[in-house]
């Protein structure tokens, strides 16, 4: 483990605001006094998360390490909702690559919907069910091995910033693969959110904790302009489509630091469940848990049926073709 200064903006003060994780493991969490970024107070280093993702995330993170079908049917529903969303907002030919496709659903579902779509993934459980089950082109990778030629067009980060040592090296590096008119796309968890307990805010996998404020001081310090921010500022999820523009300094928000305490500090217990919206959400999650349960494997055999048909008719397309071309 190694100290470093701020990921966003180099700031050297830091605040310290919890000392578990959500299991109640030794963590150290802190937020830098400067800009309001939360992250680790000591970070891994890159060999420590290479081994950490490849073996140990998924099981550690999702309780399993091959996906199950519950799982599969949320990340369809997932890359449908993310396709449907960002849509109006891309080139319809756009090609998209996907950093940390997990499952591959977002990939496939692009892919089915004209695009030439295609991804890395680190964790060899999930990447493996996505070449095998639902034919993807997502390959065992890291960002970090990609080409920086400026030749992407549409780049996805889904839940994925936040597990990166430096998300600004991330990000430039991802900024340097896109073209001067390619867009960037990032969701993450949003820890200015009303929606969370103290003590369930940190994990080790998410080294560093976004609000929207954060978010977007650092993707325009690394040469992107927001677009489109998705939702609210107070959903669970960050949801935000750049485009790429000049790298400039970062233009700190003051009173991010100061908002973002609050936020953490008013995230007791008791605020917790006495939420106008709390029993209500509970029950909404059971059902849509019992409705996965019941409904899940027959959606699995379904899209996987859809992805062998279009697989098979992209096969004939290809052999019809290339005799024309003969």
Known sequence: MEHKQCDLCSGTKFE??????????????VICKTCGLVAHGQIP?????????????????HGELTPSERRVMRAWKNGERIFNQLQPHINSNAEVFEVGAGIGCTVKVFELNGH?????????????????????DVVRGD???????????????????????????????????????????VECPNIAAPFARRSK??????????????????AESCGFK???????????????????????????DPTNYQQ??????????????????YFSSRLTKVSSYLKEHLTARQFVADVIQQCQQHAANTHKKTLSETRSAA
Not at 201 to 218: D, G
Not at 245 to 250: L, M, T, V
């Open 16 to 29: 310290k605001i919890g000392n578990r994780d959500r299991h109640g493991n030794p963590l150290e969490s």
């Open 45 to 61: 280093t890159d060999e420590e998360l290479a081994r950490y993702y490849a073996t140990e995330y998924r099981q550690s993170y």
């Open 116 to 136: 030439r779509a295609s991804g890395i993934e680190p964790g060899e459980g999930f990447q493996n069910y996505s070449q095998q089950k639902l034919l993807t």
């Open 143 to 185: 960002l970090f091995e990609q080409p920086r030629d400026h030749s992407r067009e549409l780049v996805l980060l889904v839940h994925v910033i936040e597990h990166f040592n430096s998300p600004r090296r991330a990000l430039e590096y991802i900024r340097s693969m896109l073209s001067d008119t390619g867009q960037f796309y």
């Open 201 to 218: 805010m940190f994990h080790y996998a998410h080294i560093h904790n976004f609000t929207p404020s954060s978010l977007k001081m650092l």
């Open 226 to 252: 927001l677009e489109q921010q998705f939702g609210s500022k107070e959903d669970p999820n960050l949801q935000m489509l750049f485009s790429c523009s000049e790298k400039s300094e970062p233009i700190i």
């Open 260 to 277: 973002t305490m609050r936020v953490i500090n008013e995230a007791t217990p008791l605020r917790y469940h006495l939420r106008p919206y």
